[in-house]
């Protein structure tokens, strides 16, 4: 399989949504499989609550397990970190592991939210908008430092 280049790929908000929360998970001492479950439970729930079905956002185990049981009912599937790898690490090829991940690990080691990060990358908020892996690597690059 040829190596995507970054413009190749086409990321969203749902992708960011993923990879910030499993980052940060990651951080917050989860291991790989937890955070990727999160990645996908925060994900899905966001695509719900945009749909209209918000429910405001909580903290905690017991209220991710809530979550992730709601997710899972939309999906009609069991949230797993396959799934994860499935629908955003694969999607974005070696992207994904090469500069997409610890671009985030980084933002979010300098202190910045999800809202934040979403301001940064400019994805415009048309349901479906996407942005380039270049477009991402040129608005990271503006990203304040640690």
């Known amino acids: 399989m040829a190596k995507r280049r970054?413009?190749?790929?086409?990321?969203?908000?749902?992708?960011?949504l993923a990879a910030y929360t499993y980052a940060k998970a990651l951080l917050?001492?989860?291991?790989?499989?937890?955070?990727?479950?999160r990645g996908m439970?925060?994900?899905i729930m966001g695509a719900r609550a945009r749909?209209?079905?918000g429910k405001k956002a909580k903290h905690g185990d017991s209220d991710y397990e809530a979550d992730r049981k709601a997710a899972e009912k939309k999906r009609k599937t069991t949230i797993t970190?396959?799934?994860?790898?499935?629908?955003?690490?694969?999607?974005?090829?070696?992207?994904?592991?090469d500069e997409f991940a610890p671009a985030l690990t980084k933002l979010i080691e300098a202190g910045l939210s999800y809202d934040e990060v979403k301001r940064l990358v400019k994805i415009p908020?048309?349901?479906?908008?996407?942005?380039?892996?270049?477009q991402?690597?040129?608005r990271v690059a503006k990203a304040p430092r640690k």
């Open 81 to 97: 970190a396959e799934s994860f790898d499935h629908q955003v690490a694969d999607k974005l090829g070696p992207f994904f592991a």
């Open 41 to 43: 439970v925060a994900a």
């Open 6 to 16: 970054s413009d190749d790929v086409s990321i969203g908000k749902f992708d960011i």
């Open 136 to 138: 991402f690597r040129q």
């Open 28 to 37: 917050d001492g989860l291991d790989e499989d937890r955070a990727k479950e």
């Open 51 to 53: 749909l209209g079905f």
């Open 125 to 134: 908020p048309l349901w479906g908008a996407k942005i380039t892996g270049e």
